[in-house]
Every structure is written in C-alpha cells, then in structure tokens.
C-alpha cells in the first residue's frame, strides 16, 4: 500500500472509501455484520485467525470474533457509518502504522469474504481509502456529526441540497439506522465493546447535548459544507 500520508500515533482521523464503480459493498445484513466483526478481529498487533465460516445450510454466513476488546490495538474506533455503497471511520491511531496495517487487513479480508461469497473477483473498493486528519477545533467539532448525518444519504437522499429540518423525528429514524454508531452517542449503547467513546463524550456529555449539536449543523449546511470543502471532496 502506498500512501503519501504519515498517520501519527494518538491522532483523530476521518477515513472513507467506497465501492469500485460505486458499486454495493453491503448486500444484505451478513455482510454488515462481517464488516463490523472484522473490525473487531483485524483490530490486533497479532495476525487474526481465518473469521469466516458457512454453516451447514447453504447460504447462512456468519462470524466469530475472538474477543472484542484488545491488549494490543492497532487502532481506536470513535464512530462509523456503512452504507450501502461505502463506509465513514473516525479512528485514533493506537501505535505506530498502526492505521496502515488496520486498514490493510480490513480491506483485504472483506474483499476475500466478498468475492467468496458473491462469486467475483477483483477489486471491491475504489483505490485505497481516503484519509483526513481531524486537525482543527472546528474540524473536531462538525467531523462526528458529519460521519452519522451520512445515513440521511439512505433515508432523506438529496439531503445536502436540501434545507432539511432536523427533527425530532428524523433524529430518531438516524438513531436507529442499525449500520452507525450513532445512537451509542444518544443514549442507545448498541456497540460499546467496538467503541472508544471518550474523545467525543468530552465534547458532547450527553445525548441530549450531542443532539442539540446536530441539529445545528444540519440547519446551517452552508458551515459544514464550508468545513469539508475546506477539508477534501468525500
């Protein structure tokens, strides 16, 4: 893998990639499911052992994370989005390379459990993934929010052109949107053994204050597009 950047240890970054000719990534809930296990499992200094297994009926595939909390991390998990088409991670570096190595790993085992599973071959995603260090205050602050408010690509499509009105109710639809980690930072506590949630808790303690924060950047879009055009295209 050949990378300009230089990922640094104890650093935020928002990384990102999709589908080669956006084509799908996730076809059906396994195949979210075997994402998220492979985040668990990659995520070692130790190599992991082959997660994929076909139960006896045909057509059933699931997976068996060893363990989900490490000694030995390559990496912290902050937030994440899957879509149907690609994925949005917020990731701390834990050690050194420690980005490089998570990435190749996860990479290269879901595209191996893909193309067995869907009979193909070849290249699942887009180039390697995209990478933007989390820098700036500002930048800290819009990042997570625009990492959950990617679901809306799924429910309110078109949203970004759109003067859309966060809500209660569409707050609630994001939520409980399954494939993110947002309703963990409204009060849900689905992935907390995937999660390192400190570095966002400290900037918004409460689900509530995390909520009201959205809000605010959904109704002021021309902020956030300013944040991100300043930043890189997604």
Same mark, same amino acid.
Request: one cysteine or more; aromatic letters at 14%; charged letters at 25%.
């Given at each position: ?13 928002h ?16 195949d ?7 985040? &668990?499992?990659?995520n070692? +200094?130790?190599?992991?052992e ?30 994440? +989005?899957l ?7 917020l990731?701390? *570096? ?13 990479? +290269? ?10 009979t ?5 995603? *887009? ?7 989390? &820098? ?9 929010h ?9 429910? *309110?499509p ?14 609630? *639809?994001?939520?409980n ?5 947002l309703g ?11 999660? &390192?949630?400190? +570095? ?8 509530? &204050?995390?909520a ?23």
């Open positions: 893998m050949n990378r300009k950047e230089v990922f640094s240890e104890g650093e935020v970054y990384l990102f990639n999709r589908g080669v000719e956006k084509r799908s990534i996730f076809i059906n809930d396994q979210y499911l075997r994402f998220l296990h492979s985040i &668990a499992e990659f070692d +200094t130790e190599s992991a082959n997660i994929f297994y076909k139960k006896e009926h045909v057509g059933s595939y699931e997976v068996k994370p060893r363990k989900l909390v490490k000694q030995n991390s390559l990496v912290e998990l902050l937030a994440f +989005t879509l149907p088409n690609h994925y949005h991670l990731l701390r *570096q834990s050690c050194d390379g420690g980005i490089s190595e998570f990435m190749q790993k996860l990479g +290269t085992g879901y595209t191996m459990y893909f193309n067995k599973k869907y193909r071959v070849g290249s699942l995603f *887009q180039g390697t993934f995209k990478s933007k260090l989390v &820098a700036s205050e500002e930048y800290e602050l819009y990042i997570p625009y990492v959950h408010l990617n679901v809306l690509d799924v429910i *309110q078109g949203w970004k052109e759109s003067q859309l009105v966060l809500s209660d109710a569409l707050l609630e *639809q994001l939520a949107y399954r494939w993110s980690s963990d930072y409204l009060g849900k506590n689905r992935y907390s053994s995937l999660l &390192a949630k400190k +570095t966002i808790k400290e900037l918004f303690p409460t689900g509530k &204050a995390y009201n924060s959205m809000k605010e950047v959904l109704n002021d879009l021309d902020d956030l597009d300013f944040v991100l055009r300043e930043s890189y295209e997604v």
